[in-house]
Antibody
């Protein structure tokens, strides 16, 4: 059974940092691109970042470029999102999602974690 | 302002059919795959359609997807009250090199 479990969310002050993790199991992690997608309170889904199977291709939304860093460790079946210089507008539920493709370009996110809440507030 | 445009809401009666549109451009829908997601509050989004018109295993054939030019459509037949949810289209934008989602459409089954 495919499972994606996010962790690392919480309350952080503006300008602070958090590192989200996503533990994957039940599939060949190294064979799939992975994405981070977020949903702010009362808003729709927003694609945040994606990473190809071997980390060769990495992409970011303009809203997080230069502040967030996506990475993966295929040996540990884990995906990460390092979030720096956090802003109030980064407050959201962050989902880890497996893509059906391998090159980092959104093809279809077929499995999603339950999400982890990040709250940026003083 | 989302790159992909969806109607904010649609509604129909149980048993009826509804379609949800998703409009984009040549840099996204026009030249890349479209996927569709169902999202119930407090749960993980669910993939309904990928590669424009393919259904993952376990998704009933009441759900269908199509694409024409720079627009895509999700169709749902035999509406059930359990279909009430938010629906999102997604694609890749080759010009911006980013993933893009529509703003979401709230489906109400009256």
């Amino acid at each position: 059974e495919v499972q994606l479990v996010e962790s690392g969310g919480g309350l952080v002050k503006p300008g602070g940092s958090l590192r989200l993790s996503c533990a994957a199991s039940g599939f060949t992690f190294s064979g799939h691109s992975m994405n981070w997608v977020r949903q702010a309170p009362g808003k729709g889904l927003e694609w945040v970042s994606s990473i190809s199977t071997s980390s060769t291709y990495i992409y970011y939304a303009d809203s997080v470029k230069g502040r967030f860093t996506i990475s993966r460790d295929n040996a540990k079946n884990s995906l990460y999102l390092q979030m720096n210089s956090l802003r109030a507008e980064d407050t959201a539920v962050y989902y880890c999602a497996r893509d059906r493709g391998s090159w980092g370009q959104l093809v279809g996110n077929d499995y999603w974690g339950q999400g982890t809440l990040v709250t940026v507030s003083s | 302002q989302s790159v992909l445009t969806q109607p904010p809401s649609v509604s129909a009666a149980p048993g009826q059919k509804v379609t949800i549109s998703c409009s984009g451009s040549s840099s996204n829908i026009g030249n890349n795959y479209v996927s569709w997601y169902q999202h119930l509050p407090g749960t993980a989004p669910k993939l309904l359609i990928y590669e424009n018109n393919k259904r993952p295993s376990g998704i009933p054939d009441r759900f269908s997807g199509s694409k024409s030019g720079t627009s895509a459509t999700l169709g749902i037949t035999g509406l059930q009250t359990g279909d009430e949810a938010d629906y999102y289209c997604g694609s890749w934008d080759s010009s911006l090199s980013v993933g893009v989602f529509g703003g979401g459409t709230k489906l109400t089954v009256l």
